[in-house]
């Protein structure tokens, strides 16, 4: 595909920069996220596949390269399991679908049993040279040949298959130099390939496959700001972490500038299962259960609110032992007695439509979803098409019913945010159903101390208090009964952004026994709302300035 030069103004907008991207374009007309997968049918029989912790890297990078590539050809035909019976249950229960562990822990079985979901060849690899995994993965799609390690090449052959490609002593720089015009230009991803920068490096080997897209991991900052010119404006970057930097907030600054959204999924395995009900409920459309009154006014109250942090991470909403399935979270007793925020990522209605419907199934009207960030986790201040964005992003709110939106960006301490911001977030203050926005600093969340800002009618909230362990920046309460008396000391004013407290939990360190250790101490004055009303509450008693 072709891209012309798109024309962006550099605007400095009160010390925060939004950055002309010179050679993207999106397109007319976006492909779903769950691209050329196919549905998963009613009924239907998916092997299962063991991945247990003496499993070779070989066999589950063969395994899962296997699963991405017979999802787009044929539809889902493996589930890969590694201990966490959530979604397999969910699709059993739904769509009847059929866990044969027939080749469970049977790796030639299974390669030979599928052979016909592929081209019927093999790309060779060699793990000890680790840059060719990510060149195997890529072509692995290109080319509907499971990448094979040299370990495996006798199991592959003796199965009926033959080679297709050697890419021993290749990289992915090989590939974008060969192949790129014949990928995917709607996603790309990031993820290392050595298991010493990252012990995640042999899992999300289905989705690059799935997708035909170019899994993406070499030093050359330049060399990678010229591939990333190829990927169509406002697309989704897949993985973790950058080749340029282990820094988080460097490395979603710089897939920010790029004009991608992070869909962080290091440590996903079987997206592609997931993404299969994305044709199958491509209408559907979800619906919260927390109740939607009029706000109503109360005199001498102070009001907080929570809401977990950490949600724009796939995994914790449909990854292996996922939030869902965790005691400490949607599993709590404690849940549904109290008011609570939790993260939605928006792109979830496509790539994992049967996780959004479970976490709605499962909610109580206590629980309330807020879209997280955007389309993924990326920084506005730094993005080159807001309004792309906003407009891309329009209908996954729509379908997921997310009227509030959490946003994070990287400001400090070089600028402090200021109301200046809202000029930066205007495109999405312009999509209707959103009513109001919360934002978190990254690294420092409530390093704005809870002001409140607005765009047009619609609040922007920051974080007030950070419900963490680590201590490292004033505003960080660690324990309940810290959290407790910081509140109830706060005024009980309606009338005053400081009658509104939007705490964030800190999901690696805090859970709802927490949250609930801290409601039991709050003075009757001190009144816990869902995300929702909390936004109506301060659009009813503050209104925009």
Same mark, same amino acid.
């Given at each position: 595909?072709n891209?012309?030069?798109?024309?962006?103004v550099l605007?400095?907008l009160?010390?925060?920069?939004? *950055?002309?991207?010179?050679?993207?374009?999106?397109?007319?007309?976006?492909?779903p996220?769950y691209g050329?997968v196919? &549905?998963l049918?009613?009924?239907q029989s998916?092997?299962?596949?063991?991945k247990?912790? =003496?499993?070779?890297?070989?066999?589950?990078?063969a395994v899962?390269?296997?699963?991405?590539?017979?999802?787009?050809?044929?539809? /889902?035909?493996?589930?890969i399991?590694?201990?966490? &019976?959530?979604f !397999?249950?969910?699709?059993?229960?739904k769509?009847?679908i059929?866990?044969?562990?027939?080749?469970?822990e049977?790796f030639?079985?299974?390669i030979?049993a599928?052979?016909?979901c592929?081209?019927?060849?093999?790309?060779?690899? =060699?793990?000890?040279?680790?840059?060719?995994?990510?060149?195997?993965?890529?072509?692995?799609g290109l080319?509907?040949? &499971?990448?094979?390690d040299?370990s495996?090449?006798?199991?592959?052959?003796?199965?009926?298959?033959?080679?297709?490609l050697d890419v021993?002593e290749? =990289?992915c720089?090989?590939?974008?130099?060969n192949?790129? @015009?014949?990928?995917? /230009?709607?996603?790309i991803?990031?993820?290392?390939?050595?298991?010493?920068?990252?012990?995640?490096?042999?899992f999300l080997?289905?989705?690059?496959?799935?997708?035909q897209?170019l899994?993406w991991?070499?030093?050359?900052?330049e060399?990678?700001?010229?591939?990333?010119?190829?990927i169509a404006?406002?697309?989704?970057?897949?993985?973790w972490q950058?080749?340029?930097?282990s820094?988080e907030?460097?490395?979603?600054?710089?897939?920010?500038?790029a004009?991608?959204?992070?869909i &962080?999924?290091?440590w996903?395995v079987n997206?592609?299962?997931?993404a299969s009900?994305?044709p199958?409920m491509?209408e559907r459309?979800?619906?919260?259960k927390?109740?939607?009154?009029?706000?109503?006014?109360?005199?001498?109250?102070h009001?907080?609110t929570?809401?977990l942090? =950490?949600?724009?991470?796939?995994?914790? @909403?449909?990854?292996?032992?996922?939030f869902f399935?965790n005691?400490?979270?949607y599993?709590n007793? *404690?849940?549904?007695q109290?008011?609570?925020?939790?993260g939605?990522?928006?792109?979830?209605?496509e790539?994992s439509?049967g996780?959004?419907?479970m976490w709605?199934e499962?909610?109580?009207?206590?629980?309330?979803f807020v879209?997280?960030?955007?389309?993924g986790?990326?920084?506005?201040?730094h993005f080159?098409?807001?309004?792309v964005?906003a407009?891309?992003?329009?209908?996954?709110?729509?379908?997921a019913?997310?009227r509030?939106?959490l946003?994070?960006?990287?400001?400090?301490?070089a600028q402090r945010?200021t109301?200046?911001?809202?000029?930066?977030?205007e495109?999405?203050?312009?999509?209707?159903?959103?009513?109001?926005?919360?934002y978190? @600093?990254y690294?420092?969340y409530? *390093?704005?101390?809870?002001?409140?800002?607005?765009?047009g009618?619609?609040?922007?909230?920051?974080?007030?208090?950070?419900?963490?362990q680590?201590?490292f920046? /004033?505003?960080?309460?660690?324990s309940?009964?810290?959290?407790?008396?910081?509140l109830?000391?706060?005024?009980?004013? /309606?009338?005053s952004?400081?009658?509104?407290?939007?705490?964030?939990?800190?999901?690696?360190?805090?859970?709802?026994?927490?949250?609930?250790?801290v409601?039991e101490r709050?003075?009757?004055?001190?009144?816990?709302?869902?995300?929702e009303?909390f936004?109506?509450?301060?659009?009813?008693?503050?209104? !925009?300035?």
């Amino acid at each position: 595909m072709n891209f012309s030069v798109l024309s962006a103004v550099l605007l400095g907008l009160g010390g925060c920069t939004v *950055h002309a991207v010179s050679a993207q374009k999106a397109p007319a007309e976006r492909s779903p996220l769950y691209g050329p997968v196919k &549905p998963l049918q009613a009924g239907q029989s998916i092997y299962v596949f063991a991945k247990k912790a =003496d499993t070779p890297d070989s066999q589950f990078v063969a395994v899962q390269t296997l699963q991405g590539i017979a999802a787009r050809t044929t539809g /889902p035909r493996i589930w890969i399991d590694l201990g966490d &019976p959530t979604f !397999p249950d969910y699709l059993s229960a739904k769509y009847q679908i059929v866990l044969d562990r027939t080749y469970a822990e049977d790796f030639a079985g299974l390669i030979a049993a599928l052979k016909s979901c592929t081209s019927g060849r093999y790309v060779l690899y =060699d793990l000890r040279q680790r840059a060719s995994l990510s060149a195997a993965t890529t072509m692995a799609g290109l080319l509907d040949a &499971p990448a094979a390690d040299v370990s495996l090449q006798e199991v592959f052959e003796k199965a009926g298959y033959t080679m297709a490609l050697d890419v021993r002593e290749k =990289d992915c720089r090989w590939v974008y130099e060969n192949y790129i @015009e014949q990928l995917n /230009p709607e996603a790309i991803l990031i993820h290392t390939h050595t298991r010493r920068q990252h012990p995640s490096a042999a899992f999300l080997r289905d989705w690059g496959p799935a997708l035909q897209a170019l899994d993406w991991w070499y030093p050359d900052k330049e060399l990678s700001q010229k591939v990333y010119q190829k990927i169509a404006l406002c697309s989704p970057v897949y993985g973790w972490q950058s080749p340029n930097s282990s820094d988080e907030g460097v490395t979603i600054q710089q897939h920010s500038e790029a004009g991608f959204f992070q869909i &962080p999924s290091d440590w996903m395995v079987n997206l592609s299962v997931h993404a299969s009900l994305g044709p199958v409920m491509k209408e559907r459309r979800f619906v919260q259960k927390a109740e939607r009154k009029e706000p109503v006014r109360r005199e001498g109250v102070h009001t907080v609110t929570f809401i977990l942090s =950490d949600m724009d991470n796939i995994l914790t @909403e449909i990854g292996t032992h996922s939030f869902f399935s965790n005691r400490r979270f949607y599993r709590n007793p *404690h849940r549904g007695q109290f008011p609570m925020g939790w993260g939605m990522a928006p792109a979830l209605v496509e790539l994992s439509p049967g996780g959004v419907e479970m976490w709605y199934e499962k909610a109580t009207k206590q629980d309330a979803f807020v879209g997280y960030c955007g389309l993924g986790y990326f920084y506005p201040s730094h993005f080159p098409a807001m309004d792309v964005h906003a407009e891309r992003l329009k209908g996954y709110l729509e379908r997921a019913d997310l009227r509030t939106l959490l946003l994070i960006d990287r400001l400090e301490p070089a600028q402090r945010l200021t109301e200046d911001y809202a000029r930066i977030i205007e495109p999405f203050a312009q999509i209707d159903c959103l009513r109001g926005f919360f934002y978190l @600093e990254y690294m420092a969340y409530a *390093h704005s101390e809870g002001q409140i800002f607005w765009v047009g009618e619609k609040p922007i909230v920051t974080a007030r208090f950070d419900f963490r362990q680590e201590k490292f920046y /004033p505003h960080v309460r660690s324990s309940p009964e810290e959290l407790a008396a910081a509140l109830n000391a706060m005024p009980k004013n /309606p009338d005053s952004p400081d009658g509104y407290s939007f705490v964030t939990v800190h999901a690696w360190s805090r859970g709802l026994d927490e949250v609930y250790a801290v409601i039991e101490r709050l003075e009757p004055a001190v009144r816990v709302a869902g995300p929702e009303e909390f936004i109506e509450l301060i659009r009813l008693n503050l209104g !925009p300035k």
